[in-house]
C-alpha cells in the first residue's frame, strides 16, 4: 500500500464580504454560535486526510484570527495565518509560495494541496476523501456538482447566443486539490504574466482555471455535495441555519 503523502489544507477567509451587508466580516460572523470560518477549520481539525493548514485572511485581522478563532477555539492544524491579497489568486498564491519554500513546520514540496473557501461551512470529512482520492489518481481535480437549471451563454448585448447541453454543466465548489509541484507551477506562471491577464481583461475564478490556463494538466471534477454552499448574501446565512439545524 502506497504511503499517504502530505496534505495541506488553504483555507481563505481575506474577502470582504460587501455582499454579505454586514459591519463585521464575512467570515466572523456568525452562525449558530460560532464565527462562520470555525466550520471550515473544525473540518480540518478533525479529518484523517489534512495534516496542516494556512488561514489566509485580512491583513488588518491577522492577529484577531490568530487569537480569537485559532487559539481560542484550539485549531492545532493551523500552521500559520498570513495576510491575502486584493484578490483570490493573489491569496492562494502567497499560500503556495509559503509551501514550496519550505518554511512551514513540516514541509510540503511533493504532497497536495487543498484549497477551500472559508465561506463554505459544510466541509465534510467524505468531501476530502473523494477529492484526495481524486488527487491521487489525476494529479488535479475539483469538487462540484451538477447543474440543476439550464444555463444560456449570453452576447454583448444580453440576448441568447447559446444553449449548452445542461449535462455537460458543473458548478465548482470547493475543496479544488492538486499535487503541490502542480499548482506551484501553475502560480508562479500566473505572477510571471500578471500583466498580461490583466490587460487582455482575464478574471481569475478559481484554482483550476489558473491550472487550466498555465499548464497542459487536464482537472478531474469530483462529484461533491449541494449542501457544500458558499455563504455570500444574507440569504444564505438562512440556508445554512437551517441545514445546520437538519443534520443534528
Not at 496534505?7 to 449558530?32: D, N
Not at 492544524?77 to 489568486?89: C, F, H, L, N
Not at 465534510?124 to 437549471?149: F, H, M, N, P
Request: hydrophobic share 40%; with cysteine; charged share 25%.
Amino acid at each position: 500500500m502506497n504511503r499517504k503523502k502530505r496534505c495541506t489544507a488553504v483555507i481563505l477567509a481575506a474577502g470582504s464580504g460587501r455582499r454579505m451587508k454586514s459591519g463585521v466580516a464575512k467570515q466572523f460572523m456568525p452562525l449558530c454560535g460560532k464565527p462562520l470560518i470555525c466550520y471550515a477549520l473544525q473540518a480540518v481539525e478533525e479529518s484523517e486526510i489534512i495534516d496542516d493548514c494556512i488561514l489566509v485572511t485580512g491583513a488588518d485581522t491577522i492577529v484577531f484570527a490568530t487569537e480569537e478563532i485559532v487559539r481560542k477555539y484550539g485549531y492545532h492544524k493551523v500552521d500559520t495565518v498570513i495576510a491575502g491579497g486584493s484578490e483570490r489568486y493573489l491569496s492562494v498564491a502567497s499560500a503556495v509560495r509559503l509551501i514550496v519554500s519550505g518554511d512551514m513546520a513540516v514541509p510540503n514540496r511533493d504532497g497536495y494541496v487543498f484549497v477551500h473557501d472559508g465561506a463554505r461551512p459544510f466541509l465534510t470529512e467524505e468531501i476530502l476523501q473523494d477529492t484526495y482520492e481524486a488527487v491521487c489518481k489525476y494529479g488535479a481535480c475539483v469538487s462540484a456538482v451538477r447543474s440543476k437549471d439550464t444555463v444560456k451563454i449570453a452576447d454583448e448585448e444580453g440576448f441568447v447566443s447559446q444553449t449548452p447541453d445542461r449535462n455537460l454543466i458543473w458548478n465548482m465548489h470547493t475543496p479544488q486539490v492538486f499535487e503541490t509541484g502542480i499548482i506551484a507551477k501553475a502560480y508562479a506562471a500566473l505572477e510571471k504574466n500578471i500583466e498580461k491577464v490583466r490587460q487582455e481583461n482575464i478574471h481569475i475564478t478559481d484554482d483550476a482555471m489558473v491550472v487550466e490556463y498555465f499548464t497542459d494538466h487536464r482537472v478531474k471534477l469530483v462529484e461533491g455535495s449541494y449542501e457544500n454552499i458558499k455563504l455570500t448574501t444574507p440569504e444564505d446565512l438562512v440556508v445554512a441555519e437551517k441545514i445546520l439545524e437538519k443534520n443534528r
